[in-house]
């Protein structure tokens, strides 16, 4: 079986450009899970890689597939300068090694929340995961493999976060586009949800 990874890494380099830093963290019992981070203009750009190594598998699954389910990788998009949201790495590695340790599927419309805010002082603890295909375009593979999707992470506050468990994350997407939301400014606050 062909190693996905470097694939996936040449996918992100077309899509973003070359990567200025990258980091790895590996979990005790995971794969090493690598952020890449992308600059484009006054735009940074976060993305996970080493999550796709492995397909995602049901949890109710008695045994784990390790050729076909669905694989993914995490991009976050957030205005650079306005805070220290280097100190993402670690939470996004943490999201990306979830299927790993927690035996979850990561797919569109799932809230993943790391307990804490994503980089000191932001109002953020969670992100909503956002449909791919717009910015880096599904990787595929030679079967019976499944193509790797690159998933937007779109950050909530801890009150959106609980509205969109309410009302789901369609209603909540359609709020912020509403709002005019600059779902890229580090320090937002939160939409009006009443």
Same mark, same amino acid.
């Given at each position: 079986m062909a190693d996905v990874l470097p694939l996936v890494?040449?996918? +992100?380099?077309?899509?973003?450009?070359?990567p200025d830093a990258r980091a790895a963290v590996t979990f005790l019992g995971t794969d090493r899970i690598e952020v890449l981070r992308f600059h484009e203009g006054d735009i940074v750009r976060y993305a996970t890689l080493g999550m796709s190594a492995q397909p995602m598998t049901d949890p109710a699954a008695v045994i784990a597939d390790p050729v076909e389910g669905p694989r993914v990788e995490l991009v976050l998009s957030v205005r650079g300068g306005v805070a220290?949201?280097?100190?993402?790495?670690?939470?996004?590695?943490? +999201?990306?090694?979830?299927?790993q340790v927690e035996g979850v599927?990561?797919?569109?419309?799932?809230?993943?929340?790391?307990?804490?805010?994503?980089?000191?002082?932001?109002?953020?603890?969670?992100?909503?995961?956002?449909?791919?295909?717009?910015?880096? &375009?599904? +990787?595929?593979l030679d079967g019976p493999l499944d193509p790797v999707r690159f998933l937007p992470l779109l950050p909530m506050t801890?009150? &959106?976060?609980a509205w969109k468990r309410v009302h789901g994350a369609q209603a909540l997407q359609e709020r912020w586009l509403d709002q005019g939301t600059d779902l890229r400014d580090p320090s937002r606050g939160s939409v009006p949800l009443e």
């Open positions: 890494e040449a996918r +992100l380099r077309t899509a973003l450009g070359e220290d949201t280097d100190k993402v790495l670690r939470p996004l590695a943490v +999201l990306a090694a979830s299927p599927v990561v797919a569109p419309g799932a809230s993943l929340d790391v307990g804490e805010p994503l980089w000191p002082g932001a109002p953020f603890t969670s992100v909503l995961v956002a449909e791919p295909g717009g910015l880096v &375009e599904d +990787l595929e801890p009150n &959106e976060a």
